[in-house]
């Protein structure tokens, strides 16, 4: 299937590992010019070569941290001047601790607002003049299954999440008619190094590593965690030109958790007359 995304120029936040990379290998093999940026030069640097096996046009790699108001409006500019047009932005980049609402003092709930929501508008609103002389193009922020569903270990990450949603929602009317759609990528555990490194860490000295991460997908329908590749895929449909009628949704890739439900032991022990 031809996504049409041959040709466009598509910048990703965070693109130096995990789902940003993902995403920014399968754009690039679609065969989109494809920026990355990311902080650590050296992972930058490495994703730059993996991207150009693979990449049938441009690949532009930029040292930037994208809480950096200045830094990440200036690399936005940097693309579309350097690249000659900009067409898919995919913002993703770290995300904050966990922990339940009341274990973080406000001064955190500041940091993780700096860390999530703040960067996904510096780069929207840097990127849309540039999306409207295209008259085309596709705003993706990267989330969380948090975006949609509460989970209460994950409250800082709930509170930021849902605020990306609706700024991503309130933009996706405003830019519409403009030819610019725009979408909230919503992932739950995908086995990224940032999940390797947890999974590691849950295992301890002499644990096992992939028993964490086959309990991380345990309660979903499929019994699994996702690969990045599967949460590139969607990304990579909804940032072509086949999506074109899909705007201000949030799409789980989610394993299908959201409609698994807990299960709670007296209703897993309940016969059908239980509550009869
Ligand atoms: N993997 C999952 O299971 C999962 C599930 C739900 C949500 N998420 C969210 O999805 C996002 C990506 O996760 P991942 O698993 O792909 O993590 P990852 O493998 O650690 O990749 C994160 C990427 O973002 C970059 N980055 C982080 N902070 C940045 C900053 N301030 N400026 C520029 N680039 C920055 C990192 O590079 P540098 O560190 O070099 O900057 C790296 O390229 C995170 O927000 C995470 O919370 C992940």
Do not use: C
């Amino acid at each position: 299937m031809d996504l049409g995304l041959n040709g466009r120029v598509a910048l990703v936040a965070g693109g130096s590992s995990g789902l940003g990379l993902a995403a920014a290998m399968e754009l690039a093999r679609e065969g989109a010019h494809v920026a990355i940026g990311a902080r650590d030069p050296g992972r930058l640097a490495e994703a730059g070569r993996r991207l150009k096996e693979v990449a049938r046009g441009h690949v532009h790699t930029t040292v930037v941290d994208i809480t950096d108001e200045a830094a990440a409006r200036r690399w936005v500019g940097d693309v579309a001047a350097d690249l000659g047009a900009l067409h898919v932005v995919l913002v993703n980049g770290g995300g904050p601790p966990i922990g339940t609402a009341s274990r973080f003092e406000p001064s955190e709930y500041r940091q993780a607002v700096d860390r999530v929501l703040l960067p996904a508008v510096t780069l929207a609103l840097a990127a849309l003049p540039h999306l409207r002389a295209a008259r085309w193009g596709r705003l993706l922020f990267v989330t969380s299954e948090t975006a949609s569903v509460p989970v209460a270990q994950l409250a800082l990450s709930g509170v930021t999440r849902a605020a990306v949603v609706r700024f991503a929602q309130s933009l996706a009317t405003e830019v519409g008619r403009d030819g610019i759609t725009v979408n909230v990528l919503a992932p739950a555990a995908t086995r990224t190094p940032m999940v390797e490194r947890a999974a590691a860490k849950l295992a301890g000295d002499g644990g096992d590593p992939e028993a964490e991460l086959r309990a991380m997908g345990r309660h979903n329908a499929l019994g699994r965690i996702a690969t990045p590749e599967e949460f590139a895929a969607v990304a990579a449909f909804l940032a072509g030109e086949r999506a074109s009628f899909v705007t201000g949704v949030i799409h789980l890739i989610d394993g299908g958790a959201s409609v698994t439900g807990a299960e709670p032991d007296h209703l897993t022990s309940a016969t059908k007359d239980t509550y009869t």
